[in-house]
């Protein structure tokens, strides 16, 4: 995982900003009815702002996602062209909600989808991945690091999940949504998993570079937010990977499975780098976009629902529990994944806030991307956010970072791959959307099955 180097999103603006007068302003206008809506307003509401971020706010060229989005507008503007390859495919899983709720034209957003796929087609690829970032006006590679010029596996596998989602919502559709549908296969088919084995080694790498190689040498084992890559990998029909790639790769042979409990909840398995608590709440949702966890089995996990449940609980609790007695944290207040955060000098800057790495700032997608696995204290969360916390709101929803602690602190700017996560989990957990089109593809269901996934939702 890439934790703390985005040196790109660090800013020089100061805590002063958040008195100013445009801040007031956008809290007086989020500060209005909040309190008569239901439940399911409540989601709707958030839903729709949160797609706004894709469809409003996209990249004018690609009409992908931008990397961020900065309401105060501090940021360089080479960075308003650049876009990021996952948080797009959160993007793409985002607008197919906006389509099934009513909340775009599905006529425009087959027209929309369209160019997005004609552009992922001429975009730079790297043996058939796309990398982090890319020139949304050019279609280049952006490099993310020095040595990070090249294919980006991961980032390409949450891409490609919210392709195929949309090649099955579209593929018995009309003329032009049968050939977008195409696209998107077309697309998916071109991707070479098995490339990077790095010549046939029983693991997948994260990356793979025209100029630096096999340098930034990064091995996919688990326990982190990149199963999805290798669920991908072994249910592609032109460059798959075999059972035994997933097993000694990113189970490590077995050896990621742990017996630890925290708050009386099993772990199931050894998060990377956070064994006591677990790790960022992003890891039980970006995979999950598409993967449903519910019944969901393989050999040494028997049921990944209870394991991100569990995950997400873990969280809860140790929030409320509050150890470091921030302010403000609590049953209505919590959640803790990447994203922006508040430095020391009052800065923003960012990071993976986790339980082992907590500094009193709350993000708010960690809570309401985790409807699926705790809708009653995501659903408190949503509440008090809009209810209580009004200026914690903007267009597109939720700013990204806040903190109460800190006098009411946040931070007017959004991340895609934040911001993509909460109109689509929020939809599964609703109505299961994205978790049926993703599950019922007919890859996915070969590539579970040779990886001896067991689904009792989807009878296989």
């Given at each position: 995982?890439?934790?703390?180097?985005?040196?790109?999103?660090?800013?020089?603006?100061?805590?002063?900003?958040?008195?100013?007068?445009?801040?007031?302003?956008?809290?007086?206008?989020?500060e209005v009815t909040q309190n008569k809506l239901t439940d399911e307003?409540?989601?709707?509401?958030?839903?729709?702002?949160?797609?706004?971020?894709?469809?409003?706010?996209?990249?004018?060229?690609?009409?992908?996602?931008?990397?961020?989005?900065?309401?105060?507008?501090?940021?360089?503007?080479?960075?308003?062209?650049?876009?990021?390859?996952?948080?797009?495919?959160?993007?793409?899983?985002?607008?197919?909600?906006?389509?099934?709720?009513?909340?775009?034209?599905?006529?425009?957003?087959?027209?929309?989808?369209?160019?997005?796929?004609?552009?992922?087609?001429?975009?730079?690829?790297?043996?058939?991945?796309?990398?982090?970032?890319?020139?949304?006006?050019?279609?280049?590679?952006?490099?993310?690091?020095?040595?990070?010029?090249?294919?980006?596996?991961?980032?390409?596998?949450?891409?490609?999940?919210?392709?195929?989602?949309?090649?099955?919502?579209?593929?018995?559709?009309?003329?032009?949504?049968?050939?977008?549908?195409?696209?998107?296969?077309?697309?998916?088919?071109?991707?070479?998993?098995?490339?990077?084995?790095?010549?046939?080694?029983?693991?997948?790498?994260?990356?793979?570079?025209?100029?630096?190689?096999?340098?930034?040498?990064?091995?996919?084992?688990?326990?982190?937010?990149?199963?999805?890559?290798?669920?991908?990998?072994?249910?592609?029909?032109?460059?798959?990977?075999?059972?035994?790639?997933?097993?000694?790769?990113?189970?490590?042979?077995?050896?990621?499975?742990?017996?630890?409990?925290?708050?009386?909840?099993?772990?199931?398995?050894?998060?990377?780098?956070?064994?006591?608590?677990?790790?960022?709440?992003?890891?039980?949702?970006?995979?999950?976009?598409?993967?449903?966890?519910?019944?969901?089995?393989?050999?040494?996990?028997?049921?990944?629902?209870?394991?991100?449940?569990?995950?997400?609980?873990?969280?809860?609790?140790?929030?409320?529990?509050?150890?470091?007695?921030?302010?403000?944290?609590?049953?209505?207040?919590?959640?803790?994944?990447?994203?922006?955060?508040?430095?020391?000098?009052?800065?923003?800057?960012?990071?993976?806030?986790?339980?082992?790495?907590?500094?009193?700032?709350?993000?708010?997608?960690?809570?309401?991307?985790?409807?699926?696995?705790?809708?009653?204290?995501?659903?408190?969360?949503?509440?008090?956010?809009?209810?209580?916390?009004?200026?914690?709101?903007?267009?597109?929803?939720?700013?990204?970072?806040?903190?109460?602690?800190?006098?009411?602190?946040?931070?007017?700017?959004?991340?895609?791959?934040?911001?993509?996560?909460?109109?689509?989990?929020?939809?599964?957990?609703?109505?299961?959307?994205?978790?049926?089109?993703?599950?019922?593809?007919?890859?996915?269901?070969?590539?579970?099955?040779?990886?001896?996934?067991?689904?009792?939702?989807?009878?296989?």
């Open positions: 995982m890439k934790l703390g180097i985005i040196s790109v999103l660090a800013a020089s603006w100061l805590l002063s900003c958040q008195n100013s007068q445009y801040f007031k302003q956008q809290a007086s206008q989020n307003q409540l989601m709707d509401k958030v839903q729709q702002q949160a797609l706004k971020y894709f469809w409003e706010y996209a990249e004018p060229n690609s009409f992908l996602g931008r990397e961020r989005y900065h309401e105060d507008n501090i940021y360089p503007d080479k960075d308003k062209h650049v876009i990021t390859t996952g948080g797009s495919g959160f993007g793409l899983a985002t607008i197919l909600v906006g389509v099934e709720r009513g909340f775009v034209p599905r006529k425009e957003a087959v027209k929309r989808l369209s160019h997005i796929m004609d552009f992922l087609a001429k975009a730079d690829r790297h043996k058939g991945a796309w990398s982090h970032w890319i020139n949304g006006e050019t279609g280049k590679t952006v490099p993310f690091g020095k040595k990070d010029n090249g294919g980006d596996l991961v980032e390409t596998a949450f891409l490609t999940s919210g392709i195929l989602m949309v090649r099955e919502y579209f593929k018995n559709g009309n003329t032009e949504e049968k050939a977008l549908a195409e696209k998107c296969d077309e697309l998916w088919k071109g991707i070479q998993w098995n490339w990077y084995t790095k010549g046939g080694e029983k693991v997948l790498y994260w990356h793979w570079s025209p100029e630096y190689q096999w340098e930034m040498n990064f091995p996919l084992e688990g326990y982190n937010e990149c199963l999805i890559t290798y669920i991908l990998a072994a249910s592609s029909p032109t460059y798959p990977i075999d059972a035994e790639t997933y097993y000694k790769g990113w189970t490590r042979n077995g050896t990621y499975l742990t017996d630890k409990t925290k708050y009386g909840l099993p772990l199931y398995v050894k998060h990377n780098y956070a064994e006591e608590y677990g790790g960022p709440l992003f890891w039980s949702q970006y995979s999950y976009m598409g993967l449903d966890p519910r019944g969901l089995s393989d050999k040494l996990i028997k049921n990944y629902f209870e394991l991100n449940k569990n995950q997400v609980l873990i969280d809860y609790q140790y929030c409320v529990e509050n150890p470091k007695k921030w302010k403000g944290y609590g049953p209505d207040y919590w959640g803790l994944t990447a994203g922006y955060t508040r430095n020391e000098n009052g800065t923003t800057g960012y990071t993976a806030h986790m339980p082992s790495n907590d500094n009193g700032v709350i993000t708010p997608t960690a809570a309401l991307s985790s409807f699926p696995y705790s809708p009653k204290e995501s659903m408190s969360f949503l509440r008090f956010i809009y209810t209580q916390k009004p200026e914690f709101i903007g267009s597109a929803g939720p700013y990204d970072a806040t903190s109460i602690h800190y006098d009411n602190w946040f931070t007017p700017r959004y991340l895609a791959i934040d911001q993509g996560t909460i109109a689509p989990m929020i939809e599964n957990y609703r109505t299961g959307f994205l978790w049926k089109l993703f599950m019922n593809a007919p890859e996915i269901q070969q590539g579970l099955k040779k990886l001896d996934f067991h689904s009792t939702q989807y009878g296989f």
